[in-house]
Structures are given as structure tokens and as C-alpha cells.
T-cell receptor
Framework: GAVVSQHPSRVICKSGTSVKIECRSL??????MFWYRQFPKQSLMLMAT?????????EQGVEKDKFLINHASLTLSTLTVTSAHPEDSSFYIC???????????????FGPGTRLLVL | DAKTTQPPSMDCAEGRAANLPCNHS???????VYWYRQIHSQGPQYIIH???NNETNEMASLIITEDRKSSTLILPHATLRDTAVYYC?????????????FGTGTRLTIIP
């Protein structure tokens, strides 16, 4: 099946620093990737849609200048949390859509997630 | 996309079939039903999806009622590794409609 990886799996950083999270589709090409955030005991919340070669589309309430998304190739999207603060501590999960999967029943495949702790 | 309703939690004995219900009474004709699950501290795992016919794969079966207003995910022989939160999601077909809106899901606990 389609595999999506994330790196790092967990990161601890100091308040005010920036953290970059990578999302890779390992065995398929993904024109579209998605970034989610999940706080403890809550469901996943979509943050933004990342499109290869174009600007990301952010969900309402998500600061685009704080959460920088770059989708430079068909297999890599990065999320940079700039000037991180303790309230940014969360589980960040990406997903990718297989470029060649049928549009009608297209399936997203999720990465294993990155746990961010900001001290 | 149509909203879904799932019970917050369920228990199932190991080795038995786990039947997880989902209501999606406002589903429209071009919307698919997707099921994902999330094991603790991991990313969601795709299980199965369907439009109107029943579907089966190596993981589960999906039964969709004739009026499409509800569905049931069946794990035929539940194991302890099936303990997870199961999400039923309805999504419109077609490119550009890939957004998945996660609700609160059903926390399934498999009991030894």
C-alpha cells in the first residue's frame, strides 16, 4: 500500500525557535498533501492543503505566516512552525493523495505523525 | 460534506465480529463513505470506502443501507490490535474534494 513518512517523529524545542517537519510520499507521487493538527483527546483538525508548485490553502483561523508550508516536489511537503510557543505543542500529521488514484474514490494516506513539544 | 454521527465508544470481545455503526442521514448522491482508524499516537489508517454497494477488503467489510443514510463497518474477527478510534467520514467525489473532516469517532476497545 501507499506509504507516507514524516520526519522527525518527535521534537522538543525552546520557545521562539522554528521547527521544520517533513512529509514524504515514499512509493507514489502526490500533487496534494494535507497538514492536520491534533491536540490531546481531540480529533484531527485540517490546517492547510499543500499543492505542489503553488501556494498552500489554509483553513480559517490558521496563521499562514506562522505555519509555513512548502511543497517543492511531488513527494515532499514541509511544514515549518515559526517562532514556536508552548501552545503550538501538538501532534502534527500529514496526508497525501496518490496522483494516479481515481478522482471519484480517491484515498488519502496518512503519515505516522510528529509530536512537537515547545518548552 | 454530510455530517456523520457515531457512538462515542464500544467494546468487543476478542475473536468476535466488531460492528461499528455510522449515521449520515444527509448524505447526497455523489458522496462516498470512508472509514479510517487511529491507533494511539499514530496517524490515521485507511480502512475502506464505498458509494452505495457493500464493499469488502482484507481489513473489513462496509455495509451501506439501501437509502445510504447509514452504514456499518464490520471487523470480522477482532484482535487486540484493532483497539483504536474509528472515524466514519463522508466526502464528495471528484478531484478538488479531497478534504476529510474528522468527527469524534468511536473508540473501540477489544477485550481479551
Amino acid at each position: 500500500g501507499a506509504v507516507v513518512s514524516q520526519h522527525p517523529s518527535r521534537v522538543i524545542c525552546k520557545s521562539g525557535t522554528s521547527v521544520k517537519i517533513e512529509c514524504r510520499s515514499l512509493d507514489f507521487q502526490a500533487t496534494t498533501m494535507f497538514w492536520y493538527r491534533q491536540f490531546p483527546k481531540q480529533s484531527l483538525m485540517l490546517m492547510a492543503t499543500s499543492n505542489e508548485g503553488s501556494k498552500a490553502t489554509y483553513e480559517q483561523g490558521v496563521e499562514k505566516d506562522k505555519f509555513l508550508i512548502n511543497h517543492a516536489s511531488l513527494t515532499l511537503s514541509t511544514l515549518t512552525v515559526t517562532s514556536a510557543h508552548p501552545e503550538d505543542s501538538s501532534f502534527y500529521i500529514c496526508s497525501a493523495r496518490d496522483l494516479y488514484s481515481g478522482g471519484l474514490g480517491v484515498t488519502q494516506y496518512f503519515g505516522p505523525g510528529t509530536r512537537l513539544l515547545v518548552l | 460534506d454530510a455530517k456523520t454521527t457515531q457512538p462515542p465508544s464500544m467494546d468487543c470481545a476478542e475473536g468476535r465480529a466488531a460492528n461499528l455503526p455510522c449515521n449520515h442521514s444527509t448524505i447526497s448522491g455523489n458522496e462516498y463513505v470512508y472509514w479510517y482508524r487511529q491507533i494511539h499516537s499514530q496517524g490515521p489508517q485507511y480502512i475502506i470506502h464505498g458509494l452505495k454497494n457493500n464493499e469488502t477488503n482484507e481489513m473489513a467489510s462496509l455495509i451501506i443501507t439501501e437509502d445510504r443514510k447509514s452504514s456499518t463497518l464490520i471487523l470480522p474477527h477482532a484482535t487486540l490490535r484493532d483497539t483504536a478510534v474509528y472515524y466514519c467520514i463522508v466526502r464528495r467525489a471528484g478531484f478538488g474534494n479531497e478534504k476529510l473532516t474528522f468527527g469524534t469517532g468511536t473508540r473501540l476497545t477489544i477485550i481479551p
